[in-house]
C-alpha cells in the first residue's frame, strides 16, 4: 500500500483501487514455446553468472559485458570491485558458455564469488547475490549451494527481494542427497538434470522442491585457457534453465518470477497436451 489506510489492515486493498479492476491480458490462450521465446536471442536481458568468474575471451562465450568481484576489505567489510581476472576455476566459464549458446544477445554479467577450486564464503555470496539484485540484473546463474542454516536465512531475505524485484533467480539443487540453499527456496527457479541431450528438452517436477530438470550429464562445456572438457551436474542443467529464462524475458520483458514460472511449467516438455511436442 502506498497509504495507510486507517479502516483496513496493512497491506490490503480496497475494491475500488484501480488494482482491483480488471488487469490488461495478453497471453494467448495456449501458452507454446513459438510464443514463449520464438525468435529471441537474448537480446538487452542482464544474466549474472555468481560463480567463479568467466573468461570472456573464450570461444563459446564470446564476450563478457561486465566483471565485478567480491573484495574483503582490511576492516573485515565486504565491497564489489572491478576485476579482470577471468576465471579461477573454470566452473563459472562453463556456465557462461552454455547460457551464451542459449542466448547469444544477453548481456553476461560475471560476479566473482569463489575462488580457486571453487571454494568461497557465505559472505562473499551474499554481497555479490546483493549487488546483482541491486542492479537490476533480470536473470542470476546460481551454480552453486550452500548446506549451512545461518546463511539460508541471509539468502532467503535475498531470494525473496529479487522474486519481488523482479530479478530471477535460477538456482542449482545439490549434487549430493543433502538439504541446501536457495534451490529449496519456492522464491527461485530450482533445477536438477536429465540424462537426455537435447538442450531445449527440460520437464516440469511435479514433486518438488526441485521444479525443472534439463540436460547437465555428459556434456561438452567450456573450461580453462580456452579448453573444453566433458561434464555433467546439475551446475550446467541450471545454465541451460537460465539461458531459456533470458529468451522468454527478451521477448516479454514484463514477465514477473511468478509469471515466468509458468510459462516454463506450460512449455516443458512433459505437460501433457503441449502443442510443439
Known sequence: MS??????????????????????RSWPHSVDREWAWGGSEGRGVGVAIVDSG??????????????????KT???????????????AGHGTACAGIVRWFAPKCDLWSVRVLGAGSKGGAAALLAGLRWAVQQGCEVVNLSLSTPKRETAALLHEIADDAYFGG????????????RSYPWR??????????????????LYNPDPPVEFFAR???????????SRIIAAGNSFATAHMTGICAL???????????QLKTVLRETANNM??????
Open 272 to 277: 501433457h497436451g503441449r502443442a510443439d511436442g
Open 216 to 226: 547437465g550429464m555428459d556434456m561438452e562445456v567450456a573450461w580453462l585457457e580456452g
Open 185 to 202: 527456496f519456492s522464491s527461485v527457479v530450482s533445477v536438477a538434470s536429465h540424462d537426455g541431450d537435447d538442450p531445449f528438452e527440460f
Open 248 to 258: 522468454i524475458l527478451a521477448k516479454h520483458p514484463d514477465l514477473t518470477p511468478f
Open 54 to 71: 568467466i573468461d570472456g575471451g573464450h570461444e563459446l562465450v564470446g564476450g563478457v559485458q561486465r566483471a565485478v568481484a567480491v573484495q
Open 3 to 24: 497509504e495507510v489506510d486507517a479502516d483496513l489492515p496493512a497491506w490490503s486493498l480496497r475494491r475500488d483501487d484501480p488494482r482491483a479492476q480488471k488487469l490488461p
Open 74 to 88: 582490511d576492516a573485515g567489510d565486504w565491497r564489489i570491485v572491478d576485476d579482470d581476472s577471468g576465471d579461477l
Open 167 to 178: 530479478s530471477v533467480f535460477v538456482a542449482s539443487a545439490h549434487n549430493l542427497d543433502v
